[in-house]
């Protein structure tokens, strides 16, 4: 038997969306919960950093994940066997969530136990970008494979986001991929973004991501 509710969420009428994203940011703070809001294009490796990223914190901090797709579980499945609260969100067909979404999510995990909740966001570098959920903070992975022009197709992505995780620096031999490129057009949307190059395979850079995560997590109790 799964380990793990699946719940269908629908998309929310509700059309003031950044005034419930900070109704639900301000709630998750006073009652001391972080909210990291992750995303990528598909197969950038939001699961598989995830993974590494309990490994790494899973004794220290209590994790919690939801899974958005959507359809299927395959992530939550993935996600379920490392222990941690784990719940899967189905989209109906939406390619991002908004922050009544998202709430209605974290009602369903049950956050009361938690210090950290991890949203895996549907795979996608368009929309994901344009609803804020109410995270405390946005994190996105870039992929080496995926290429250093990103941040000039998709701005948005960069602008909204606290944290670019470059993944996949394992390939980097294999590819065109330039860090200084990449540093520099991602500094230039968003000064304050930081770069963690990872790799969820090898856990290359990890300890230091995890390190950030750590440290941000701790400092919302504070
Ligand atoms: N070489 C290499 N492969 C990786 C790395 N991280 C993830 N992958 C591979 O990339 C593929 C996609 O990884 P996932 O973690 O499933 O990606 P995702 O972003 O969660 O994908 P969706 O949920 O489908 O959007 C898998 O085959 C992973 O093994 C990495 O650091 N290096
Ligand atoms: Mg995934």
Not at 26 to 48: E, I, R
Not at 120 to 146: Q, R
Request: hydrophobic letters at 40%; proline letters at 3%; a neutral charge.
């Amino acid at each position: 038997m799964n380990q793990f509710k699946t719940i269908e969420i629908k998309e929310s009428i509700y059309k003031n969306n950044d005034m419930e994203a900070e109704k639900l940011r301000n709630k998750l703070k006073v009652n001391n919960k972080f909210l990291l809001n992750l995303m990528s294009s598909p197969g950038a490796g939001k699961t598989t950093t995830l993974l590494r990223t309990i490994e790494k914190l899973k004794n220290s901090i209590k994790i919690g994940v939801m899974e958005a797709d959507i359809d299927s579980d395959v992530d939550a499945k993935t996600i379920s066997k490392t222990g941690v609260k784990t719940i899967q969100l189905h989209t109906g067909g939406m390619c991002h969530l908004d922050a009544k979404m998202t709430s209605e999510g974290l009602d369903n995990l049950g956050i009361l136990n938690l210090d950290l909740i991890v949203l895996e966001n549907v795979g996608n570098l368009v929309c994901p970008a344009e609803f804020d959920t109410g995270a405390t903070k946005n994190a996105m992975i870039l992929s080496v494979p995926e290429g250093d022009d990103k941040p000039l197709k998709y701005p948005l992505m960069f602008k909204v986001s606290d944290v670019l995780l470059i993944n996949k620096i394992d390939t980097l031999e294999f590819f065109d991929f330039d860090m200084e490129v990449i540093y520099k057009r991602a500094k230039k949307l968003n000064p304050n973004i930081k770069i963690f190059p990872i790799s969820a395979c090898s856990g290359e850079g990890i300890e230091a991501w995890t390190n950030w995560l750590k440290t941000e997590v701790l400092e919302i109790k504070r």
